[in-house]
């Protein structure tokens, strides 16, 4: 979303400080041996398996930021007095943001699993199921084609098995119904009976059930999700305004994460109300702070969160074949080094990927504008990312 002709800094910020705190969280677990809820003893254990202990929590503000600005786009329309014309825009807009970064993160994760059959088939982490909570069962196991197919069309958990080699792919499922439960929700609310339209309603039925039978997670989020929607909703109408608002909502988010770390008793709907409280805060709109680095950093941060998984096993199996990750390290100098380059490695790979991928996203969505003969939209117009950020078309 954006002020004027600038969108919001704060969010830019979020997002990909977001999509580090998953990665981290991934990383450490496949690479060092050890659990959050264990007691550690000295400051690098201590400052190593705090910082990487926000993973899950970080996937509720991606579902809270969702909300907020996808929401906001689907609460447009919603007001729209020609919902019948504007709405295969939004279908088009999701469709292309989501679908041209995951089918080519789909293409890597398959390269990631043959390069690892082929130089470490007998790792442990290939064959058990049992090398740490990030993989948990063995990639071995991902050879169903079902499997492949489903994580394709973002069923994956639902109709479909997921895949180890890429596991953050679940909560991409998630979002993915909650654009569709949106989109049919306003076409049957404003009554649009066109065929297209009809099919997405019986489309978003079917995977509602999909997640009522096999993972309610899936409805329980939606929650979270529509949090978001509520937040946007506060912010367009400056409800909330003030520093001193601001920064007591930041200091309960903080509050908030500092107690799930402590004793992970935190839920997930807490989470989402403190981060939906933080962002509902009109003066965000005036925060420019870094806008402009955070912005570049945000513009490839949903690349980085569906290929860091795989590159990081796969670097994994290259450790492997050195003799060096017969099992997950101790934490020490060393492991700490290996654990940031490949970081770093996943974030270059991300930069690269993004260039062919998630930078391309215009082209795809004005083809599939031009292919369906609606109006395509102008160089300068506003357009949502993954998360739902709004930035300049690319």
């Given at each position: 979303?954006?002020?004027?002709?600038?969108?919001?800094?704060?969010?830019?910020?979020?997002?990909?400080?977001?999509?580090?705190?998953?990665?981290?969280?991934?990383?450490?677990?496949?690479?060092?041996?050890?659990?959050?809820?264990?007691?550690?003893?000295?400051?690098?254990?201590?400052?190593?398996?705090?910082?990487?202990?926000?993973?899950?929590?970080?996937?509720?503000?991606?579902?809270?930021?969702?909300?907020?600005?996808?929401?906001?786009?689907?609460?447009?329309?919603?007001?729209?007095?020609?919902?019948?014309?504007?709405?295969?825009?939004?279908?088009?807009?999701?469709?292309?943001?989501?679908?041209?970064?995951?089918?080519?993160?789909?293409?890597?994760?398959?390269?990631?699993?043959?390069?690892?059959?082929?130089?470490?088939?007998?790792?442990?982490?290939m064959t058990?199921?049992?090398?740490?909570?990030?993989?948990?069962?063995?990639?071995?196991?991902?050879?169903?084609?079902?499997?492949?197919?489903?994580?394709?069309?973002?069923?994956?958990?639902?109709?479909?098995?997921?895949?180890?080699?890429?596991?953050?792919?679940?909560?991409?499922?998630?979002?993915?119904?909650?654009?569709?439960?949106?989109?049919?929700?306003?076409?049957?609310?404003?009554?649009?009976?066109?065929?297209?339209?009809?099919?997405?309603?019986?489309?978003?039925?079917?995977?509602?059930?999909?997640?009522l039978i096999?993972?309610?997670?899936?409805?329980?989020?939606?929650?979270?999700?529509?949090?978001?929607?509520?937040?946007?909703?506060?912010?367009?109408?400056?409800?909330?305004?003030?520093?001193?608002?601001?920064?007591?909502?930041?200091?309960?988010?903080?509050?908030?994460?500092?107690?799930?770390?402590?004793?992970?008793?935190?839920?997930?709907?807490?989470?989402?109300?403190?981060?939906?409280?933080?962002?509902?805060?009109?003066?965000?709109?005036?925060?420019?702070?870094?806008?402009?680095?955070?912005?570049?950093?945000?513009?490839?941060?949903?690349?980085f969160y569906?290929?860091?998984?795989?590159?990081?096993?796969?670097?994994?199996?290259?450790?492997?074949?050195?003799?060096?990750?017969?099992?997950?390290?101790?934490?020490?100098?060393?492991?700490?080094?290996?654990?940031?380059?490949?970081?770093?490695?996943?974030?270059?790979?991300?930069?690269?990927?993004?260039?062919?991928?998630?930078?391309?996203?215009?082209?795809?969505?004005?083809?599939?504008?031009?292919?369906?003969?609606?109006?395509?939209?102008?160089?300068?117009?506003?357009?949502?990312?993954?998360?739902?950020?709004?930035?300049?078309?690319?």
């Open positions: 979303m954006s002020s004027g002709n600038r969108s919001v800094a704060f969010l830019h910020h979020l997002r990909w400080l977001a999509a580090v705190a998953v990665a981290v969280s991934h990383i450490r677990q496949n690479l060092i041996a050890g659990n959050e809820q264990e007691a550690h003893h000295g400051i690098l254990t201590a400052v190593v398996f705090s910082v990487s202990d926000f993973g899950g929590a970080a996937v509720m503000v991606f579902f809270v930021l969702s909300g907020f600005l996808v929401g906001g786009k689907a609460m447009d329309l919603f007001q729209s007095s020609s919902v019948a014309r504007e709405w295969p825009h939004f279908l088009i807009d999701r469709f292309s943001r989501t679908f041209v970064v995951l089918w080519p993160a789909l293409v890597l994760a398959g390269g990631a699993v043959l390069f690892l059959r082929v130089i470490a088939p007998d790792a442990p982490f058990s199921a049992h090398w740490g909570p990030a993989l948990y069962r063995p990639i071995n196991g991902d050879i169903s084609v079902q499997s492949w197919l489903g994580a394709a069309a973002l069923v994956n958990g639902l109709a479909s098995p997921m895949l180890q080699i890429n596991g953050p792919l679940w909560s991409l499922a998630f979002e993915w119904f909650y654009y569709m439960a949106a989109l049919a929700l306003i076409l049957g609310i404003r009554g649009v009976s066109s065929t297209g339209a009809v099919a997405i309603m019986v489309y978003a039925v079917i995977l509602l059930g999909l997640g096999f993972n309610s997670d899936m409805i329980v989020w939606t929650l979270v999700w529509i949090m978001g929607v509520a937040s946007r909703f506060v912010f367009d109408r400056g409800v909330l305004r003030g520093s001193w608002l601001k920064i007591g909502s930041l200091a309960v988010l903080v509050i908030v994460l500092v107690k799930n770390h402590i004793d992970h008793g935190v839920s997930n709907l807490l989470i989402g109300l403190a981060t939906a409280f933080v962002i509902a805060n009109r003066d965000w709109a005036s925060w420019k702070m870094g806008a402009s680095w955070g912005e570049k950093l945000a513009g490839f941060s949903y690349s569906l290929t860091h998984f795989p590159i990081t096993v796969a670097i994994l199996g290259l450790l492997y074949r050195c003799g060096i990750t017969a099992q997950r390290l101790p934490l020490n100098g060393v492991s700490l080094a290996i654990m940031l380059l490949t970081l770093a490695s996943a974030v270059a790979a991300a930069r690269v990927f993004a260039l062919v991928t998630e930078d391309r996203t215009r082209v795809v969505r004005n083809f599939l504008l031009r292919r369906f003969k609606l109006d395509t939209p102008s160089p300068g117009a506003l357009s949502s990312d993954h998360q739902g950020y709004a930035v300049r078309s690319e």
